[in-house]
C-alpha cells in the first residue's frame, strides 16, 4: 500500500462553523491543531477532513452542482480512495504528516443542503478525517501519498 500517490486539489477553509469552505491554495497545518485558521481546528481527533475527488463525481452524476469546499473538506484529494484506507494510516500531503483518525461522520438532522436536494450526501460515508502529526505547509498541487 505504501508509495501510492495523490494530489491534492484543493485546501479550503471555513472562517465560521456551519459556513461553506473555500479553496486558499496553500495553507500550514499545525501539529495536533490542523489548519488555525478554519472554524474546525482544534485539539481533537478531527483536525483535517478529506474527501476524493471521486465522490464529487459521484454527486456529480446524481445531478449535484458541487464543488471544492461544499462538503466542508479541508483537502480535496485526486488519485486516492481515502475513504477505503483503514484508521491509523498516515498520509504524507505536502509538508504535513497525517494520521487517519475516522471515517464518515453522522449528518445533520434533516441532511445538508446537498442531500435535501439529491436524496444523498458523500460526506457521511466517504468524508475522512484526520489528525496532524507532523506540521508543514500543504498547498494545491502537492502530492499525496501513504506512508504507512
Same mark, same amino acid.
Request: charged share 20%.
Given at each position: 500500500?505504501?508509495?501510492?500517490?495523490?494530489?491534492?486539489?484543493?485546501?479550503?477553509?471555513?472562517?465560521?462553523?456551519?459556513?461553506?469552505?473555500?479553496?486558499?491554495?496553500?495553507?500550514?497545518?499545525?501539529?495536533?491543531?490542523?489548519?488555525?485558521?478554519?472554524?474546525?481546528?482544534?485539539?481533537?481527533?478531527?483536525?483535517?477532513?478529506?474527501?476524493?475527488?471521486?465522490?464529487?463525481?459521484?454527486?456529480?452524476?446524481?445531478?449535484?452542482?458541487?464543488?471544492?469546499?461544499?462538503?466542508?473538506?479541508?483537502?480535496?484529494?485526486?488519485?486516492?480512495?481515502?475513504?477505503?484506507?483503514?484508521?491509523?494510516?498516515?498520509?504524507?500531503?505536502?509538508?504535513?504528516?497525517?494520521?487517519?483518525?475516522?471515517?464518515?461522520?453522522? &449528518?445533520?438532522?434533516?441532511? &445538508?443542503?446537498?442531500?435535501?436536494?439529491?436524496?444523498?450526501?458523500?460526506?457521511?460515508?466517504?468524508?475522512?478525517?484526520?489528525?496532524?502529526?507532523?506540521?508543514?505547509?500543504?498547498?494545491?498541487?502537492?502530492?499525496?501519498?501513504?506512508?504507512?
Amino acid at each position: 500500500m505504501t508509495n501510492m500517490l495523490g494530489k491534492v486539489m484543493a485546501v479550503n477553509i471555513s472562517e465560521k462553523k456551519g459556513e461553506k469552505k473555500h479553496n486558499v491554495g496553500r495553507a500550514y497545518m499545525e501539529q495536533e491543531l490542523g489548519i488555525s485558521e478554519d472554524a474546525h481546528s482544534g485539539s481533537w481527533h478531527r483536525q483535517i477532513s478529506l474527501l476524493s475527488w471521486s465522490s464529487f463525481k459521484k454527486m456529480h452524476a446524481l445531478g449535484a452542482e458541487v464543488g471544492y469546499g461544499d462538503f466542508a473538506e479541508n483537502l480535496t484529494i485526486d488519485g486516492i480512495e481515502v475513504a477505503v484506507l483503514p484508521i491509523g494510516t498516515q498520509l504524507k500531503a505536502g509538508e504535513a504528516l497525517l494520521e487517519i483518525t475516522q471515517i464518515g461522520k453522522e &449528518c445533520h438532522n434533516k441532511g &445538508c443542503a446537498i442531500k435535501q436536494k439529491t436524496g444523498t450526501c458523500v460526506m457521511p460515508i466517504e468524508g475522512v478525517f484526520a489528525r496532524v502529526l507532523n506540521p508543514g505547509w500543504v498547498a494545491v498541487d502537492d502530492a499525496v501519498e501513504i506512508i504507512s
